[in-house]
């Protein structure tokens, strides 16, 4: 089983209004990617979703799954500063336009800085793209060095990645994404946490949320209140 490292001794244990706060923090930069680009701003809110149901299923108490499904609201907010021409570029990137794409952990980690969250959310913010082999980026943190909630969240990261379309791709079948998740166990994802996941989805009907065409306000995310918030 995933050990849970996202324990509750923390400052919002002391100061239970700061939980609130943060929540509504994250709400705020989740409304500046919505703004900026309504994609990213559904992908993410998926991934929030996504990550809060794969928490819950390995044991994380319902706080720590709901401080992983904020970071998962707002992972990419560091795209709000690429380019609109790398950004929504339909054609594959030049390797310049990829370092700039690279760069948005690293950038979305600077402005969180800035306000009162988490140095946790931060953390797994920053760390969404490292791989567990040590490949990915912005630190090339390998293994268990890579935050707990960084690890889950980059499984249902590219889990939605695959399943969504882009302007430069089409969603891919079900099936097809599965067998990619199992195939990047040990590489690109922390083998256990591929296990669980795969465990999840098998076991949820229709564990696969919509695409949207017009954005969801967060008070009606499907599911968020019934299952995946912590009040
Ligand atoms: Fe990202």
Redesign the pocket.
Known sequence: MVANSQGDSSVREVFPGTRRYTQHTIYELAETIRERDIVTYEHCRRVAIYANRLARHIGWHRRAARELALAGLI??LGKTWVQNSVLHKPTPLSQDEWHQMQR??AIAARILLTYDVSDELIEIVRH??EAYDGSGYPDHLKGTAIPIGSRLLTVT?VFDALTSARSYKDPLPLHEVRERIERGAGATFDPEVVQAFLELLDTTPDFQLASRAVPAPLDQIPGWDRHDTIE
Do not use: A, L
């Open positions: 992972h990419d948005h952990p969404h793209h990261d």
